[in-house]
């Protein structure tokens, strides 16, 4: 008896194997629901190489690939230059596509995109991967259930050594996206004023370090540090509202609440140092997963059930608004 849809394994493929690439192959293979039939990509022995290891028909040329094989779904990690380019063929062969952030260089290209598909009626994600790491959504459950009551602040680092994959974009586009979009997500709201500066260090044409400040529609201030300088990987975020601090680690999937209470003390020193809302912490425990693996999954479960996606075309191009706006600020501030 033929399967139903629900019961098929969805067709997928995987264009560009770097970093992020080989990571989606590797996801594909892993999952019962899809069947990693092709990856393409311009660098042979890598590709061959990979292609072998998954089973998987190895393609030189994207266009090649999408010409001969029947596909569900594509993943695009190409080099953020390309993403248009890669994205609009895709379309046009009426494949369902996933977009590695940022979903494109420029808003402009990342607005045509977003058109196109509409058009074709071909449902476009976007991997803001942060949204679908388990400590993010845990932030969100509890902001939503007023734990910190009104929330003031919410500061963002996202900081490491230089990496060498990056070579088209500065840190506003590749790291500030990540933040602007988790911003957007956990206050629900929209930034009224931005501000920021930057610095070009080591990177031959880009920003390689950079603040920025949010300003949220409802009053929320949103703090955004990222750098390419640091010896040591942080991803992490500080929310403060009127009772108490969040603290989440985004890469140990950690997530801790301090409490504001009024803790008095006979020692008058002490409460210069402590201050007068110092309360309780609970660390909370976690349903630990790869962000990755969630978010393909989400993403095969809205393509079989023609259901939204949790990142739209628009909340990535909102991000990459967001971060031209950052950058051109930090620009005129220079």
Not at 194 to 201: F, G, K
Request: proline share 3%; with cysteine; aromatic share 6%.
């Amino acid at each position: 008896m033929e399967q139903s849809k629900s019961q098929s394994r969805l067709k997928v493929a995987v264009i560009g194997i770097g970093s992020m690439g080989r990571n989606h192959a590797r996801v594909y293979a892993e999952m019962d629901s899809v069947k990693l039939v092709a990856l393409a990509d311009p660098q042979e022995k890598p590709l061959y190489t990979l292609a072998g290891r998954y089973q998987a028909r190895a393609y030189v040329d994207y266009r090649e690939m999408l010409a001969k094989e029947a596909l569900d779904i594509v993943s695009v990690a190409v080099p953020t230059n390309l993403h248009r380019e890669v994205a609009e063929e895709v379309i046009r062969r009426g494949v369902h596509l996933l977009v590695e952030k940022p979903l494109t260089l420029t808003v402009e290209e990342g607005q045509q995109v977003i058109e196109l598909a509409g058009r074709r009626g071909i449902k476009l994600g976007v991997g803001h991967i942060e949204r679908f790491n388990p400590v993010v959504a845990a932030l969100k459950q509890r902001l939503e259930e007023g734990l910190l009551g009104r929330v003031l602040q919410i500061t963002i680092r996202r900081v490491g050594p230089y990496p060498e994959r990056i070579r088209d974009v500065g840190v506003f586009l590749d790291l500030a996206t990540h933040d602007i979009d988790i911003m957007s997500y956990l206050t629900g709201a929209e930034v009224t004023r931005v501000s920021a500066e930057s610095a070009r260090v080591f990177h031959a044409r880009h920003e390689d370090i950079a603040v920025g400040v949010l300003r949220f529609a409802n009053g929320i201030i949103g703090v955004l540090i990222e750098n390419w300088l640091s010896p040591t990987k942080v991803r992490d975020a500080v929310i403060n509202g009127e009772r108490g601090m969040l603290v989440a680690d985004f890469l140990t999937q950690d997530l801790y609440f301090y409490e504001n209470d009024y803790t008095p003390s006979n020692w008058g020193g002490l409460q210069v140092f402590r201050g007068m809302v110092e309360g309780n912490m609970v660390r909370y425990k976690l349903n630990r997963d790869e962000p990755l693996r969630l978010e393909l999954e989400a993403f095969v479960r809205a393509v079989r059930d023609d259901a939204p996606f949790l990142v739209s075309g628009e909340d990535g191009l909102r991000a990459i608004r967001l971060a031209e706006q950052l950058a051109a600020c930090a620009a005129n501030n220079a």
